[in-house]
């Protein structure tokens, strides 16, 4: 007997029919002889609906209450999917995700995973019955109900398959698989069999939203067999697996874009030592990551320092830096958000000179600036402007043959 992790997005669960077909999924699942733990999201956009509730009676709500209010999404689609099942003959259980042994950190609103003790889970499933896990949750130290951050239910599930040792993890999702681009975007964009879990973890973080990153992390570190399947279709989807397990000819596996970008700078900011350290240090402080960072060249023992967050960070990250430009004796501060990041990952690129240029040339024919570049043994990004996106996109995808 095996065990399969299932997970189902928003779109899977978005009404009282879609939960009656993954419940269908559920049960052939278990009927090919598996024990199964099904890992759940909120029904359809409950979670922004209950976000513009919190924002209806407090302009700015305390995180805590958030998360008390948001993972309330998760058990309601739980407890219906378990009543559904149920109903069908199948005996299950529903569990939110500190009756699951989900310990996070005390970080509301974006808490990371500790520890997991999943004798709960072990105890239903020696009992016969599947498993139903509110997603995107988990319980602090302190007792507090917590929730992992948007697409938090990809992480729980990866993270229970992980300590539960299961077989693979499936995550159902309204799109087929991973794609060489956003489809929406590319209308040739094709279906990828395999990718490498290095492949997805950089398309995730730069704006592929099949898989969230941390889901992808804890699938690298724990060696979880990962697929990215439709909830709608029958079809295999894309399997995420360690390189070396896999044949890869591509240079580029894919195309990725994010418009969750926001670009900070500080100008004429002091040459020496701890300068640096000052500035990221205390947006660290606040819990903001910061992706890009360029520094301009030295004129009079002063540079430029510009650097990308995402946009919903901005009005934590300007005060921040506001403060740190007076204390650094820096000329002031200035931001933009109407930009995008534009990226190409292949693991093919670490041995194909030219990748970059070839990037480079597609974006110039098509009249496209680019504002700043990063790159990575498997990625190269660009900011570029937010409107020349999908000329971007698309042109990109046609350049590498995807």
Same mark, same amino acid.
């Given at each position: 007997?095996?065990?399969?992790?299932?997970?189902?997005?928003?779109?899977?669960?978005?009404?009282?029919?879609?939960?009656?077909?993954?419940?269908?999924?559920?049960?052939?699942?278990?009927?090919?002889?598996?024990?199964?733990?099904?890992?759940?999201?909120?029904?359809?956009?409950?979670?922004?609906?209950?976000?513009?509730?919190?924002?209806?009676?407090?302009?700015?709500?305390?995180?805590?209450?958030?998360?008390?209010?948001?993972?309330?999404?998760?058990?309601?689609?739980?407890?219906?999917?378990?009543?559904?099942?149920?109903?069908?003959?199948?005996?299950?259980?529903?569990?939110?995700?500190?009756?699951?042994?989900?310990?996070?950190?005390?970080?509301?609103?974006?808490?990371?995973?500790?520890?997991?003790?999943?004798?709960?889970?072990?105890?239903?499933?020696?009992?016969?019955?599947?498993?139903?896990?509110?997603?995107?949750?988990?319980?602090?130290?302190?007792?507090?109900?917590?929730?992992?951050?948007?697409?938090?239910?990809?992480?729980?599930?990866?993270?229970?398959?992980?300590?539960?040792?299961?077989?693979?993890?499936?995550?159902?999702?309204?799109?087929?698989?991973?794609?060489?681009?956003?489809?929406?975007?590319?209308?040739?964009?094709?279906?990828?069999?395999?990718?490498?879990?290095?492949?997805?973890?950089?398309?995730?973080?730069?704006?592929?939203?099949?898989?969230?990153?941390?889901?992808?992390?804890?699938?690298?570190?724990?060696?979880?067999?990962?697929?990215?399947?439709?909830?709608?279709?029958?079809?295999?989807?894309?399997?995420?697996?360690?390189?070396?397990?896999?044949?890869?000819?591509?240079?580029?596996?894919?195309?990725?874009?994010?418009?969750?970008?926001?670009?900070?700078?500080?100008?004429?900011?002091?040459?020496? &030592? #701890?300068? =640096?350290?000052?500035? +990221?240090? /205390? !947006?660290? %402080?606040?819990? @903001? *990551?910061?992706? $890009?960072?360029?520094?301009?060249?030295?004129?009079?023992?002063?540079?430029?320092?510009?650097?990308?967050?995402?946009?919903?960070?901005?009005?934590?990250?300007?005060?921040?830096?506001?403060?740190?430009?007076?204390?650094?004796?820096?000329?002031?501060?200035?931001?933009?958000?109407?930009?995008?990041?534009?990226?190409?990952?292949?693991?093919?690129?670490?041995?194909? &000179? #030219?990748? =970059?240029?070839?990037? +480079?040339? /597609? !974006?110039? %024919?098509?009249? @496209? *600036?680019?504002? $700043?570049?990063?790159?990575?043994?498997?990625?190269?990004?660009?900011?570029?402007?937010?409107?020349?996106?999908?000329?971007?996109?698309?042109?990109?995808?046609?350049?590498?043959?995807?």
């Amino acid at each position: 007997m095996g065990l399969v992790v299932q997970k189902f997005g928003g779109s899977s669960v978005a009404n009282t029919e879609r939960i009656k077909n993954v419940a269908t999924r559920v049960i052939s699942e278990r009927d090919r002889g598996n024990q199964v733990v099904v890992v759940v999201s909120a029904m359809g956009d409950l979670t922004d609906e209950l976000i513009a509730l919190a924002h209806q009676v407090g302009s700015n709500p305390p995180d805590r209450e958030m998360d008390m209010l948001l993972t309330t999404g998760e058990q309601q689609s739980a407890a219906l999917l378990a009543i559904t099942l149920c109903s069908m003959g199948c005996p299950a259980v529903s569990l939110t995700g500190w009756q699951s042994g989900i310990m996070t950190d005390s970080i509301h609103c974006r808490a990371r995973i500790t520890e997991i003790k999943p004798d709960r889970i072990k105890e239903e499933l020696n009992q016969g019955k599947v498993v139903v896990v509110a997603g995107y949750q988990g319980i602090s130290p302190q007792g507090d109900l917590t929730t992992l951050g948007r697409g938090g239910s990809d992480t729980t599930a990866v993270a229970l398959a992980a300590v539960l040792k299961a077989d693979i993890c499936d995550i159902y999702t309204d799109v087929d698989g991973v794609f060489t681009a956003d489809p929406r975007i590319v209308k040739n964009a094709s279906k990828l069999d395999v990718v490498s879990y290095d492949e997805m973890l950089e398309l995730a973080s730069l704006g592929a939203v099949v898989l969230q990153p941390r889901a992808v992390e804890f699938a690298m570190q724990h060696k979880v067999k990962v697929q990215v399947r439709s909830s709608f279709k029958l079809e295999t989807g894309t399997l995420v697996m360690e390189a070396e397990k896999m044949e890869n000819n591509r240079v580029v596996s894919g195309v990725a874009h994010d418009l969750n970008v926001a670009k900070v700078a500080l100008f004429d900011v002091p040459d020496r &030592p #701890g300068i =640096a350290r000052a500035v +990221f240090k /205390a !947006l660290a %402080d606040a819990n @903001i *990551n910061v992706d $890009m960072i360029v520094q301009a060249a030295m004129r009079d023992e002063r540079n430029d320092i510009a650097f990308t967050i995402t946009k919903d960070d901005l009005p934590r990250a300007l005060p921040v830096v506001e403060r740190v430009c007076r204390e650094i004796g820096a000329s002031g501060t200035a931001y933009g958000e109407d930009l995008a990041k534009v990226s190409i990952v292949g693991s093919g690129m670490m041995s194909n &000179p #030219g990748v =970059a240029a070839t990037m +480079f040339a /597609a !974006l110039a %024919d098509e009249g @496209i *600036n680019i504002q $700043m570049i990063s790159t990575s043994e498997i990625k190269v990004s660009c900011i570029i402007a937010a409107d020349e996106i999908e000329r971007a996109v698309n042109a990109l995808h046609a350049a590498f043959n995807l």
